[in-house]
């Protein structure tokens, strides 16, 4: 079987080299390791899991089915094994639109604890629900066994009353949110961090709640927790406010709870717009949409940084397409283009974790809601956070705007691990990888010394495309080999194929490398 791998995989690079009739392009890729420029957490990729009923429609077609906190098959062999051991540990963070019409059903509400109906005239088109206690035991006990890491989003709107500006006032009633915290923290549920509230910034979806009010809010959590955790070595992290970035709704809550009262910031990202947009696709492949997101990311590291706060930023939700998604676009191997550059440019910004639109369910979901299969955005994930080490270092490309390029110190190993994306569907580019900044050479002479440091050595690359060439296949291939789990819910392993180093990566047209450099010069990963 070892001996068919490594056939396959040097008939795979062969391949590659032809490169068939694609145009060929040189391009240098210049990685600065002296020194870090941020750093994300061990557990950057995250993925999140929601509370929508199977009635759930966007634009006639309802794409959730058993995929909620729920209803969702918790005996399924190939969700325990996304999760169990391949990430170790993935977090997860449990909430969604509906989270602020969620109740806890710990007796202290009065009334039973009622499943979520359809409304067409309520906010989000659904009543309130409710989450049995038993349910919670059994999600427990599924997160226990899966090591899984969980970040819980509470109800944020119980108590308030609706202003005449269309926000909601008031202080919010905790006592239901301090009964499940209690209880969960009675049981021994570990719990990774409690967040407060979903898309409620600045002009918010559904409604909105004023900075101010929020900030206080914030404040009132953060007591919870250290008062029901008092003594405990594990107490968990308080975020907010699982919302759109809005410059100065954040920066009041930031600063009203400096420097150590709210832990993490988190942010929503939904950046290609309606998952009806028939553009979708064209959006994903054009570079200049893709840096539309820079400004974000840096105006939140540029506010947390002179705020006087120990707040960190994360991405709390992100799908790329809002309202579900699209079916064959966001749960396709395209999205993968989006998806990896989103991870690539959010750690620049010291974006210390990213949680992606779903776990299941949406048609955006990392596994298939019907069969549990992984789709190639699951791979992508897997690939980064076992390549991907926490130290980011500057990387640029030149030769062509179609390759994304990003350079992150090896997970637990020595080297950097570079990722290359190409946007272009009719160019393959040879790239070179260059020391940068050690000296004020010619790219030319930097090529010549990177050359002769990895001659006789060999990197790992991991090339990724879509099934038949089809961008919007659900299957993706690793060195030419489809990536399916197998009967038994096995999750395949992810293999590289092993090149000399002194070679140029070849990039084909529509695909993803990540290339493992053992000896690369990178003090900053020593």
């Known amino acids: 079987m070892e001996m068919r791998r490594f056939l396959g995989g040097l008939c795979f690079l062969a391949l590659l080299r032809l490169g068939g009739a694609a145009e060929a392009v040189v391009g240098v890729a210049g990685v600065d390791g002296r020194r870090a420029i941020a750093a994300t957490d061990e557990d950057f990729v995250c993925a999140t899991m929601d509370w929508w009923p199977p009635d759930k429609c966007d634009y006639g077609t309802c794409s959730w089915g058993l995929a909620s906190l729920l209803n969702l098959d918790l005996s399924n062999k190939i969700l325990l094994n996304a999760i169990r051991g391949t990430f170790s540990p993935l977090k ?32 989000f088109g659904f009543t309130q629900g409710c989450l049995p206690l038993h349910r919670w035991d059994e999600l427990n006990a599924f ?61 918010g979806v559904g409604t909105k709640v004023g900075a101010d009010q929020y900030a206080a809010d914030v404040i009132a959590l953060k007591s919870l927790v250290d008062t029901i955790y008092q003594g405990n070595p594990s107490k968990p992290l308080v975020l907010a406010p699982g919302g ?11 600063v009203k709870t400096r420097p150590n009262l709210l832990n993490v910031v988190t942010h929503h990202i939904y950046n290609l717009g309606p998952g009806v947009d028939t553009h979708l696709i064209e959006k994903i492949l054009n570079p200049s949409y893709l840096d539309g997101m820079v400004s974000t990311f840096s105006n939140l590291q540029g506010i947390l940084k002179s705020a006087g706060t120990s707040a960190v930023a994360w991405v709390g939700e992100s799908g790329g397409a809002y309202n579900s998604g699209r079916h064959l676009v966001t749960d396709s191997f395209v999205l993968s283009f989006w998806f990896l550059d989103q991870l ?34 699951y791979y992508s994930a897997l690939l980064w956070h076992r390549l991907m080490g926490t130290k980011v270092l500057s990387a640029t490309f030149n030769g062509t705007n179609m390759i994304r390029a990003y350079a992150h110190c090896a997970k637990d190993s020595p080297g950097i691990t570079l990722l290359l994306i190409n946007l272009s569907g009719n160019t393959t580019s040879q790239v070179s990888v260059t020391s940068e900044g050690a000296h004020a050479n010619t ?5 010549r010394k990177t050359r002769h440091l990895a001659a006789g050595s060999m990197r790992e690359e991991y090339h990724l495309t879509a099934k038949d060439g089809s961008l919007q296949s659900q299957v993706m291939l690793l060195n030419g080999r489809a990536l399916v789990a197998d009967e038994n819910g096995e999750i395949p392993r992810l293999e590289p194929v092993k090149v000399d180093a002194a070679q140029p990566i070849a990039v084909a047209p529509y695909s993803i490398v990540f290339a493992h450099i053992h000896n690369f010069p990178a003090p900053a990963c020593s």
């Not at 759109?244 to 009041?252: R, Y």
């Not at 776990?359 to 992984?374: A, D, H, S, V």
């Not at 790219?443 to 090529?447: A, F, G, L, Y």
């Open 143 to 203: 997160f226990q066994k899966s090591g899984a890491r969980i970040v819980f989003g509470l109800n944020a709107l119980n108590g308030r009353v609706p202003l005449p500006d269309g926000s909601m006032g008031g202080p919010w009633d905790y006592t239901n949110a301090a009964s499940l915290i209690r209880y969960t923290a009675s049981k021994g549920y570990k719990i990774h961090g409690w967040e407060l509230g979903n898309e409620l910034s600045g002009s």
């Open 443 to 447: 790219v030319k002479k930097h090529s």
């Open 344 to 377: 690539g440019m959010s750690a620049k910004y010291d974006t210390k974790s990213y949680c992606r639109q779903s776990l299941i369910g949406g048609n955006y979901g990392l596994l298939n809601k019907e069969t549990f299969q992984p789709n190639p955005d």
């Open 92 to 123: 997860l963070r449990l909430g969604g639109s509906l989270q602020d019409k969620l109740v806890y059903g710990t007796g202290d509400g009065g009334g039973p604890c009622a499943p979520f109906v359809k409304n067409t005239s309520e906010m």
């Open 244 to 254: 759109f970035f809005d410059a100065g709704w954040f920066t009041e809550v930031i």
